[in-house]
C-alpha cells in the first residue's frame, strides 16, 4: 500500500498499489487474529516490561501502526487517491443494501407525516401578536420548515446529523430551467464526507 515493497525498495509510481482501504482490511484482520484468535484483545502493544521479556498487547492497535496509518491515509489523498466514504450515492433507494427495507419505509413514512403535519393550513401562520405561546407550539412555522429540511436533505444525502447542522444557506442554490420554473435544489458542502462510519 506504501510507496516503498517489504524489502524496503521503492516501488515504481507505474506499478499499480493497494488502495488505502486495502491496508484498512489488512490492519483489521491482524486486530482480529491477535485480539480474537491469540486472545490478547485490543490493549495496545507495549515494549517488554515483565520478567519474561515478553511484549504485552496486540500490536496492530499500537501507537506506532496508528500514528502509521493517519500518515499514509494522508499521502495516499495527496497522491489523489479518493477518500473512502466519499462515493456518491444517487438513489435513497440504493441504501436497501445498508439499511433494512422497515426502516428505510418507517424513515420516508416519518418524513412523510413531518411534511402533511407542516402543511396543514392552520399550522402554517403564526399566532397573533400578544396571544400566549401554548407549550405544543414551541416554535413558529419557519423553524419547523427548517427542521423539515434539514432532515430530510440528510435523509436524501445520507449525511449525519454533524454535518446536516453545519449546512448553511449559502450552500444552498436554486437552478431554474428556462422557463424560470425551479426545478432543482443544488447542495454544495463545505467539506469531504470522509468518516469511515458514515
Given at each position: 500500500c506504501d510507496v516503498i515493497d517489504i524489502e524496503g525498495n521503492p516501488i515504481s509510481r507505474d506499478e499499480e498499489r493497494?488502495?488505502?482501504?486495502?491496508a484498512q482490511k489488512m490492519r483489521a484482520a491482524m486486530s482480529y487474529a491477535f485480539g480474537r484468535l491469540q486472545r490478547i484483545?485490543?490493549?495496545?502493544w507495549q515494549e517488554p516490561r515483565t520478567a519474561s521479556g515478553h511484549p504485552t498487547g496486540n500490536p496492530s492497535v499500537s501507537e506506532i501502526v496508528?500514528?502509521?496509518?493517519?500518515?499514509?491515509?494522508?499521502?495516499?489523498v495527496q497522491a489523489g487517491e479518493t477518500s473512502v466514504s466519499s462515493r456518491a450515492i444517487t438513489?435513497?433507494?440504493s441504501t436497501c443494501k445498508l439499511v433494512s427495507l422497515p426502516l428505510l419505509n418507517l424513515l420516508q413514512d416519518t418524513i412523510r407525516q413531518l411534511y402533511n403535519y407542516n402543511s396543514d393550513q392552520g399550522r402554517s401562520t403564526l399566532p397573533q401578536a400578544g396571544g400566549h405561546v401554548l407549550t405544543n407550539n414551541w416554535c413558529g412555522p419557519a423553524i419547523r420548515l427548517m427542521i423539515q429540511a434539514a432532515i430530510?436533505?440528510?435523509?436524501?444525502?445520507?449525511?449525519r446529523f454533524d454535518e446536516a447542522?453545519?449546512?448553511q444557506?449559502?450552500?444552498?442554490?436554486?437552478?431554474?430551467?428556462?422557463?424560470?420554473n425551479q426545478t432543482i435544489l443544488k447542495l454544495m458542502l463545505r467539506s469531504r464526507k470522509t468518516s469511515q462510519f458514515g
Amino acid at each position: 500500500c506504501d510507496v516503498i515493497d517489504i524489502e524496503g525498495n521503492p516501488i515504481s509510481r507505474d506499478e499499480e498499489r493497494p488502495t488505502y482501504a486495502h491496508a484498512q482490511k489488512m490492519r483489521a484482520a491482524m486486530s482480529y487474529a491477535f485480539g480474537r484468535l491469540q486472545r490478547i484483545g485490543l490493549v495496545p502493544w507495549q515494549e517488554p516490561r515483565t520478567a519474561s521479556g515478553h511484549p504485552t498487547g496486540n500490536p496492530s492497535v499500537s501507537e506506532i501502526v496508528s500514528s502509521y496509518m493517519v500518515s499514509l491515509r494522508r499521502r495516499k489523498v495527496q497522491a489523489g487517491e479518493t477518500s473512502v466514504s466519499s462515493r456518491a450515492i444517487t438513489e435513497v433507494r440504493s441504501t436497501c443494501k445498508l439499511v433494512s427495507l422497515p426502516l428505510l419505509n418507517l424513515l420516508q413514512d416519518t418524513i412523510r407525516q413531518l411534511y402533511n403535519y407542516n402543511s396543514d393550513q392552520g399550522r402554517s401562520t403564526l399566532p397573533q401578536a400578544g396571544g400566549h405561546v401554548l407549550t405544543n407550539n414551541w416554535c413558529g412555522p419557519a423553524i419547523r420548515l427548517m427542521i423539515q429540511a434539514a432532515i430530510t436533505i440528510a435523509f436524501a444525502c445520507l449525511l449525519r446529523f454533524d454535518e446536516a447542522l453545519r449546512i448553511q444557506i449559502s450552500d444552498i442554490e436554486f437552478l431554474r430551467d428556462k422557463q424560470g420554473n425551479q426545478t432543482i435544489l443544488k447542495l454544495m458542502l463545505r467539506s469531504r464526507k470522509t468518516s469511515q462510519f458514515g
